[in-house]
């Protein structure tokens, strides 16, 4: 869907498996490098709650709540 298609076109896919809103690995997938559209990854779904992983996550991380989008402009 259309969360899916935020998450991927950000450098990393892994915060996917971040709860509350867990879609877990159960493919045991190694490599999670997304397509790189935009220079940070996307957390669709936020609640507004910061995830303990994000103190670590390599990334710059974009949060949108239902219902927003990210407008990128060159």
Same mark, same amino acid.
């Given at each position: 869907?259309?969360? *899916?298609?935020?998450? +991927? *076109?950000? &450098? $990393? #896919? *892994?915060?996917?498996? /971040?709860?509350?809103? *867990?879609? !877990?690995?159960? +493919?045991? %997938?190694? $490599?999670?490098?997304? +397509?790189? %559209? @935009? !220079?940070?990854?996307? &957390? !669709?779904? /936020?609640?507004?709650? #910061? =995830?303990?992983?994000?103190? +670590?996550? !390599?990334? =710059?991380?974009?949060? #949108?709540? $239902?219902?927003?989008?990210? @407008? #990128?402009?060159?």
């Amino acid at each position: 869907g259309v969360s *899916a298609g935020s998450v +991927i *076109a950000g &450098q $990393d #896919i *892994a915060l996917s498996g /971040w709860e509350p809103n *867990a879609d !877990p690995n159960t +493919i045991g %997938l190694k $490599d999670t490098t997304g +397509i790189g %559209l @935009v !220079p940070f990854s996307i &957390q !669709p779904h /936020w609640n507004g709650e #910061i =995830q303990k992983e994000a103190e +670590i996550y !390599p990334y =710059q991380i974009r949060n #949108i709540k $239902d219902e927003e989008v990210i @407008v #990128i402009r060159e």
